[in-house]
């Protein structure tokens, strides 16, 4: 249950933030930072908790390099896939429904002559970006670094948002959908997303699995000092 709260509570921080900037009309640097800063400090307060994934993409992706069960994806998913509806309600609610309306309750859509299918490769590369950096990370801390995952997060905004709305998350997706009932190409916020996520994260695994740094091995042993200094026999 706290697993599921904790991506509960990220998820939802992020799609309400993220999607009532875009509701509040601001600019597209301002949107993209409101979404890199949800994740970062979401990534902050719930990580050591749930590993802060509030994306059903990023959960495969942690399946797929084996740090996550199978058994527990419905559990990270049911609580995303909630969390995404729950915020767009709220919002609508809240911050009122002539406002989200006139901005389809912040539904990605695809940009005028773009095809659902270069709407996927899209939304795969963005996704594959975000995953690599967070693949990476975990891999190589153990750990989530907010800062530089929610960097990546604004970049991409910024690089595809009047693309595909660069979603890079079905859930951030899903919950506009469904409170709007805006589901044209919905498809692609699913597929594009993890199939980048999956590539991402076996590509990281192939890069930092078992890779020796030389420096990093030099710099351990210069800080352990020479034998003597630490009182030991030569």
């Not at 915020?87 to 406002?99: E, K, N, T």
């Not at 970006?129 to 604004?154: E, N, Q």
Request: glycine share 12%.
């Amino acid at each position: 249950m706290r697993v599921w709260l904790a991506e509960f509570i990220g998820t939802f921080a992020l799609v309400f933030v993220g999607v009532g900037a875009i509701a509040a009309g601001l600019e597209a640097l301002a949107v993209a930072l409101a979404f890199a800063c949800a994740v970062a400090v979401m990534i902050a307060a719930v990580g050591p908790i749930s590993a802060a994934h509030f994306n059903p993409a990023v959960t495969l992706a942690f399946w797929a390099m084996r740090r996550t069960r199978l058994a527990e994806v419905p559990l990270y998913w049911s609580a995303q896939l909630a969390a995404g509806v729950v915020a767009v309600s709220a919002l609508s609610l809240w911050g009122g429904a002539d406002r989200l309306e006139g901005v389809a309750y912040g539904a990605t859509r695809l940009a005028p002559g773009l095809s659902p299918w270069a709407g996927v490769g899209v939304e795969a590369v963005l996704t594959f970006f975000l995953v690599f950096v967070i693949a990476s990370i975990v891999i190589r801390k153990h750990a989530m670094d907010g800062l530089y995952i929610g960097l990546t997060v604004g970049a991409g905004a910024l690089a595809g948002g009047s693309l595909t709305g660069a979603s890079m998350n079905p859930a951030r997706s899903f919950g506009p959908a469904l409170v709007s009932g805006e589901w044209g190409a919905h498809w692609v916020y699913w597929v594009g997303p993890c199939l980048g996520a999956v590539a991402a994260a076996l590509s990281a695994q192939y890069l930092w699995t078992r890779r020796t740094d030389p420096l990093a091995e030099v710099g351990r042993a210069t800080s352990r000092g020479h034998p003597l200094e630490r009182g030991e026999q030569v």
